[in-house]
């Protein structure tokens, strides 16, 4: 039954202005409730409000517009979003940000929320009243929702409509007596969520910044923003160029660039980007922001600076460019905001006070220093001094010389161990609390009293290999996510092999969809800090039930390869579902030592008999034997191909370590490390293949684009000054010349044109194959025409869409499975591009990390007479007023200026020790000269010099080092050549984590208790620090940058083969 009824509308124009639309509307007496306590059998689809709950919460649309941010806390259950409060958010002010974190709310199942169609159900639905303003019509529309929804349930709990209107809860609080009507704050928050301190001073800030913004001045400090439309023809007519604003961090104040977006046809002659000057021209426009700019008349162009700053070591342009002038252009509009959440450090009590008369609206400074300065409004000042707290921006009127934002948490007092590790994940946007309670319910159970059993219908539906295959797993010493595991035979008649890789079958476990895979989809991948990680699935999956440990029955996702035992050429390809019980888990020292026919003690057959002992060995021996034949002959085949090896072999012979870590990085570059990333790299291959065949739209692969040329010069003219020539015109051409660019007196020249060689590549990137021409997928790393990633879908989720798409494939082909549904390529590719930039996130934070553990190690060492603060360094770019240098014992790259502030230069006396005197620089390409009245002094590319370290501090963002040189020769420390770069890393994250422990140990001890002291402890989740991930995840990051670290490591990560 349908009633039909006319509503009319009072709707804002984009440009304002108010429109009235009359619309037919009808009204249904069944309209779904979404709640498991319906007593009507509503057709409930999809998500509903949890039956475990003491009250459901109504939200009145005020409530939903202004504190959205409060009712996103996950601790706030039972809440129903009426289509009116939703409405109302679409249509306020910053809609689409709001109006898009509404339906992302709404959308997550980790959230206990729901939307109710109210203005479709008969009797909750209101007509607007003549003379009724449309605010007090919605909220009476939201009470008679929550009269309705309370009937609905026949009373079995209690309703809340909280609100921010007095006289709403004067006019209706009394009318039902279990419909209560309340306030947001003082009521609700305060009486209903007492624990949940977070969210009540998440309301006061809010509501704090709102009042101010209303008392704010009316001088204008900007021009204003163009309107949408007008914004929108200006592009399309060619007078406004859209982009994404990019500020340099060196001068955030002053300089920042749009990087040209869009279609090039009214601005051909626009290939660069475009120089926005100073904040006047940026015009409240934030890092981030998709801007519409207007270029200015070509006298009024400017260079970008040249002037050598702090952290030169990313840019990938290779020299600077002169100082000409570009195109210059300011800010007329702000297309989208792209507003995440900072981190800001509050200034210090008395600098509050001098600097202002009204001592509640405080400046803070974002820890990025790309982000302007932020006006938090707040009654804390005192308490948050020289905190670091997470904050939102609100908005940035033309009146006001700072962004208005309010504070969200507090992480901590800075410069604190735990408060820094936060605050790069904040800036890093990577969030990962521990697992909840409703998804460790997804979890299978494995106790002592409840062990874990393979099930009897799984034996049936999976190839069973338990008896007649000898699997095996090669891992560093102490690996607990074993992903993968191998096998290897000859098959009966001797003319065949088969060859099996074997990889943890998670998907098994993780159905699509549910709350687990939900969250691993959000984190994308298992984030490793320096001190510890955060995983991405539940211990009980990574570490236990999906870990192939050995001895025991385990799921897996198999492919077995029968190749021919002479030409080793493929035959046969199987792909499935396989049962396996691994008989060996091996180390990879342990696999190399029985390779290479050593006396060793192999801990599965300590028990045995020597007869029976012997024969195992044997057999053990022979597959090893096997497997490595297997991967040289792969691995030459990919070699003509002109695979790419960039950071290899060399990086690690340099490694070297003390006892404890001894068994997990290898003393010399075993082979069997690159046996066994070359089966996992054929495994991934075969697998894209597979999936791409059949899903040539919808299948997810992983391509490496060729590096653009430009990016190899820096490259190619180091390598001439020691008269190497690189081809760049080709992998293979690369591969072949950066082999023959050795010196043999000094290793570091091969390693550092092969780390030049890695920061000119791009990125590896996962893609959807209906996003791309199929020329394009190509790896150029690995030198295949197709690859994705398959073998460790433990640690990325990546993997898990792999072999959801690979089972769908195999049952395709069947035709006996059901049709299984396929994520559409549009969809795909947008969770290829959030995996891509989740994964960079997970970059970044790694090397943050490392940075602020270096950062920390030196901090309490005096440079000038602490032995560890000197070291010796290499040379391997000039620029013009210093150079970058590698400082191989700590696996650090940094600046060292050559002219300081004064202007004096650094000459160097007699005995090769350094001084600053009045003089001039010299730079050519491959050297830079500083004459002073002493003399002319050169420093060449490849040099060893000697370097002191010490810590710049920063109150508000991160510490740097420092590095300065002290002599021209090389420095020799005693323990310097046999505890080269991972020892230093190691032992620098041990004593850090030592220290910082000490110190809490002390403040608890003297009764120091810290302020905010429930928060900390709320926010700070994190592990033990886990060295061994540390060394086996981070391996030699410091030492690349953050591009293609991986596919160049293939070989060397010993434990994920992650290319
Ligand atoms: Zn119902």
Redesign the pocket.
């Known amino acids: 039954v349908m009633i039909k009824t006319e509503k009319v509308l009072h709707l804002r124009s984009s440009r304002g202005r108010k429109v009235r639309v009359v619309r037919e509307h009808y009204l249904r007496e069944r309209v ?4 498991a306590l ?5 057709q ?1 689809e999809g998500k509903v409000l949890s039956a475990d709950l003491t009250h459901y919460v109504v939200p009145d649309a005020g409530v939903v517009c202004d504190f959205l941010e409060v009712l996103e806390f996950r601790e706030l259950q039972g809440v129903v979003f009426t289509q009116t409060a939703c409405q109302a958010a679409q249509q306020s002010r910053g809609r689409s940000r709001l109006y898009n974190r509404l339906r992302s709310l709404l959308k997550d199942p980790r959230h206990d929320c729901i939307l109710f169609a109210n203005e479709f159900q008969q009797y909750s639905f209101c007509l607007r009243e003549k003379g009724e303003s449309q605010e007090k019509w919605q909220t009476r529309c939201i009470y008679h929702s929550a009269v309705w929804y309370y009937n ?2 026949a009373g079995l709990r209690p309703v809340v409509m909280i609100t921010e209107d007095l006289e709403a809860i004067a006019e209706y609080s009394s009318l039902n007596s279990e419909v209560y009507v309340i306030s947001t704050q003082v009521e609700y928050l305060r009486s209903f969520c007492p624990d949940l301190l977070a969210a009540q001073e998440l309301y006061c800030s809010i509501s704090q910044a709102m009042q101010e913004r209303e008392s704010e001045s009316t001088e204008r400090e900007f021009a204003d923003h163009l309107p949408a439309e007008v914004l929108e023809a200006g592009i399309k007519s060619g007078r406004y160029i859209q982009g994404t604003l990019n500020v340099n961090k060196h001068r955030a104040q002053h300089e920042a660039f749009v990087r040209f977006e869009g279609s090039a046809s009214k601005n051909t002659e626009l290939n660069s980007d475009i120089l926005v000057c100073g904040g006047k021209h940026r015009n409240r426009a934030v890092q981030g922001d998709v801007v519409a700019v207007e270029l200015l008349p070509v006298k009024e162009w400017q260079g970008r600076n040249t002037a050598l700053t702090e952290g030169l070591g990313e840019d990938k342009t290779g020299d600077e460019t002169q100082s000409q002038p570009m195109p210059t252009g300011r800010v007329v509009g702000i297309l989208q905001r792209n507003w995440r959440d900072y981190v800001v450090t509050f200034p210090p009590w008395e600098e509050v006070q001098s600097q202002s008369r009204n001592s509640q609206r405080i400046l803070v400074t974002p820890w990025d220093y790309r982000i302007p300065k932020i006006r938090i409004s707040t009654q804390r000042a005192k308490d948050l001094q020289d905190h670091r707290v997470i904050v939102r921006l609100d908005s940035w009127e033309s009146t006001s010389l700072y962004p208005n934002g309010h504070t969200v948490r507090v992480l901590g007092k800075a410069g604190e161990l735990e408060t820094e590790v936060q605050t790069i994940l904040v800036e890093c946007c990577i969030y990962a609390p521990p697992f909840s309670e409703a998804q460790l319910k997804e979890m299978p159970v494995n106790s002592e009293e409840n062990p874990w059993k393979v099930d009897p219908s799984e034996v049936n539906a999976r190839l069973d290999l338990r008896d007649t295959h000898l699997v095996f797993s090669i891992d560093p010493l102490g690996c607990e996510d074993v992903d993968d595991t191998l096998s290897v035979q000859v098959l009966p008649g001797g003319k065949r092999l088969q060859l099996g890789v074997h990889i943890a079958d998670v998907t098994h476990f993780v159905q699509e969809g549910s709350l687990t895979d939900l969250e691993a989809r959000a984190r994308a991948t298992t984030y490793y800090l320096a001190d510890r990680r955060y995983d991405m699935l539940p211990a009980v999956l990574s570490a236990d039930l999906c870990s192939l440990l050995g001895g025991v029955d385990r799921y897996a996702m198999s492919v077995l390869w029968e190749l021919d035992a002479q030409s080793l050429s493929v035959c046969k390809v199987w792909y499935g579902r396989t049962i396996i019980r691994s008989t060996y888990q091996l180390h990879y020292e342990l696999a190399q030592a029985l390779l290479n026919g050593e006396q060793v003690e192999v801990p599965e057959l300590a028990q045995m008999e020597q007869a029976e002992r012997d024969q195992r060995l044997t057999e053990l021996r022979q597959a090893l034997e096997l497997l490595t034949r297997l991967a040289r002959h792969l691995r030459a085949q990919r070699d003509k191909g002109g695979a790419l090896e960039l950071e290899g072999v060399e990086v690690r012979a340099q490694l070297d370590s003390d006892r404890n870590i001894t068994a997990l990085v290898p003393k010399q570059p075993l082979e069997v490390h690159e046996t066994v990333a070359e089966c996992m790299i054929y495994a991934n291959h075969w697998v894209a293949r597979k999936i791409q065949e059949h899903f040539p739209h919808q299948a997810l692969l992983r391509r490496h684009p060729p590096p653009r040329q430009e990016f190899f010069n820096r490259l190619i003219d180091c390598a001439k000054t020691r008269g190497f020539s690189i081809d760049t015109r080709s992998n293979k051409a690369l591969a072949d010349s950066l082999d023959q660019a050795a010196d043999p007196l000094d290793p570091l020249v091969n390693r550092l044109l092969r780390m030049m060689a890695t920061q000119a590549m791009s990125n590896a990137q996962y893609f959807s194959t209906g996003a791309c021409p199929e020329e394009q997928y190509y790896h150029y790393g690995l030198a295949l025409d197709r690859y994705t990633h398959f073998t460790s879908p433990i640690r990325r989720y990546a993997d898990i869409i792999v072999h959801r798409l690979l089972m769908s494939a195999i049952s395709a082909e069947k035709e006996s499975g059901p049709n299984t549904h396929l994520v559409p390529n549009k969809e795909l590719e947008e969770l290829a591009q959030q995996i891509n930039s989740r994964n960079r996130a997970a970059q970044i934070a790694q090397k943050q990390s490392t940075e602020l553990f270096q950062c920390l190690y030196f901090k309490d060492k005096d440079p000038v007479t602490d032995e560890r603060c000197v070291a010796d360094a290499v040379v391997y770019s000039i620029r013009a007023n210093g150079m970058l240098v590698f400082v191989p014992r700590y696996g650090l790259k940094g600046a060292v200026y050559l002219k300081n502030r004064d202007g004096h230069v650094l000459s160097l006396k007699r005995d090769g020790s350094c001084v600053w005197q009045p003089g001039s620089l010299q730079r050519y390409p491959d050297k830079i000269s500083s004459t002073t009245s002493i003399g002319t002094h050169t420093f060449n590319v490849f040099d060893h010099i000697t370097v002191r370290v010490s810590v710049q501090s920063s109150r508000c963002h991160s510490d740097s080092l420092c590095l300065e040189v002290i002599a021209n020769r090389p420095h020799q420390t005693p323990q310097a050549e046999c505890h080269p770069a991972p020892r230093g890393r190691s032992e620098l994250v041990q004593e850090v984590v030592r220290l910082a422990e000490e110190a809490s140990q002390q403040a608890n001890e003297n009764g120091r208790a810290p302020k905010l002291t429930r928060e900390e402890r709320e926010f700070r989740q994190s592990r033990k620090p886990n060295l061994y991930s540390l060394l086996v995840e981070i391996g030699e990051l410091a030492l690349l940058d953050l591009a293609a670290c991986e596919q160049i490591s293939a070989g060397s990560q010993a434990c994920t083969a992650s290319a």
């Not at 779904?32 to 709640?35: I, K, L």
């Not at 319906?38 to 509503?42: G, S």
Request: hydrophobic share 15%.
């Open positions: 779904p409730c979404s709640s319906c007593q009507a059998e509503c409930n609905h349930l």
